[in-house]
């Protein structure tokens, strides 16, 4: 795998304006948009880096919709996001991991018509040992383009398919954006001297086969027997071949990224604890699944494209299967025997 693989020194903002040129009807508005959430992301990546001398490890006193004890930078993360999109005139309402209901832009300032739901902190247990985190975020278009109103609940519970933008921050070694818009999955790279991500994966392909698999084997006792078995083949040596490789991290964006450059798949499935799985459908499913399918791979709850999954719930929970095609596929024919 090369290491820079572009056609020539792009930023994001560049990039982003080379899209919206491909579309006569655009206004320049989603450049705004994306340079305020990678604002946003600038700053949370300095504190990430300064985590254990700014006071901001550990846990707060409170508990997330979720039941989960909120660690301080993730509540510093959630922040961080809303203040910098909510005041900039391009969205209707927002929605978060942290927060029970809808996120409703303040009175004060103009309702946009783009919806945006996010995960503000992913791989919260990695924060107080330095192992990578992300963000994640999906932009949908609000149901009725016309209005000027707060937006609804059914702006925010749409189908994966009709997301116009998603993407990652990756918060490792170095800052990552990974993003698409539905025109191929493109790679950005933080470059701290100049405060700029610079393009350095274009249209990123992940391969249709790999040889790791990602997934919290710990819980294997806990799941389904069809899941177990196709985990047991993964680990055998038959066909040729030898068995795949464990790489787990326990930060969906991180296992996706690395699925993404090396192939494989990447699973979280329901068990008997969690019968629904753990993945959250609005801003953790959705938002992969059109990563991983924008580089050509695939996505699913076992049974049904994660993006033609319609939303009953913000906080939804979905079996998540996602990765190169011949695994995924293979996983199907497991799981439908």
């Known amino acids: 795998m090369a290491m820079i693989n572009i056609s020539g020194l792009v930023t994001i903002n560049a990039h982003i304006a080379r899209e919206e040129a491909l579309y006569p009807e655009a206004t320049g508005k989603f450049t705004s948009l994306i340079s305020d959430l990678t604002l946003a992301m600038r700053i949370i990546a300095w504190e990430v880096r300064r985590a254990g001398i700014n006071d901001i490890l550990g846990l707060t006193e409170s508990t997330n919709v979720h039941g989960e004890k909120v660690r301080k930078l993730d509540e510093y993360a959630n922040s961080i996001i809303n203040r910098a999109m909510d005041h900039s005139g391009h969205f209707c309402v927002m929605a978060s991991e942290e927060s029970q209901g809808m996120i409703k832009i303040p009175e004060k300032f103009k309702k946009g018509k783009y919806v945006l739901v996010f995960d503000p902190l992913d791989g919260s247990t990695n924060i107080d040992v330095n192992a990578p985190i992300g963000t994640v975020f999906s932009i949908y278009r609000r149901l009725d383009p ?192």
């Open 146 to 337: 016309l209005s000027e109103s707060d937006g609804t609940l059914d702006d925010i519970l749409q189908k994966g398919i009709n997301q116009v933008a998603a993407g990652y921050f990756l918060f490792g070694s170095s800052t990552i954006f990974v993003y698409t818009s539905g025109n191929g999955l493109n790679v950005f790279t933080y470059d701290p001297t100049i405060g700029e991500f610079i393009l350095t994966f274009e249209n990123l392909k992940i391969p249709k086969r790999g040889s790791y698999y990602s997934v919290n084997e710990g819980y294997y006792y806990r799941w389904d027997k069809k899941v177990q078995n196709f985990v047991n083949y993964l680990k055998s040596f038959g066909n040729g071949k030898d068995s795949y490789s464990l790489r787990y991290i326990a930060t969906a964006v991180a296992d996706i990224h690395r699925t993404l450059h090396y192939g494989g798949i990447y699973m979280y499935p329901p068990d008997t604890k969690m019968p629904n799985g753990k993945i959250r459908l609005v801003y953790e499913a959705n938002p992969l699944a059109m990563i991983i399918e924008q580089a050509g791979g695939k996505a699913t709850d076992g049974r049904r494209r994660i993006l033609d999954i319609k939303p009953e719930s913000i906080h939804q929970r979905v079996p998540f299967y996602a990765g190169s095609v011949e695994e995924v596929d293979l996983l199907e024919k497991y799981l439908n025997e």
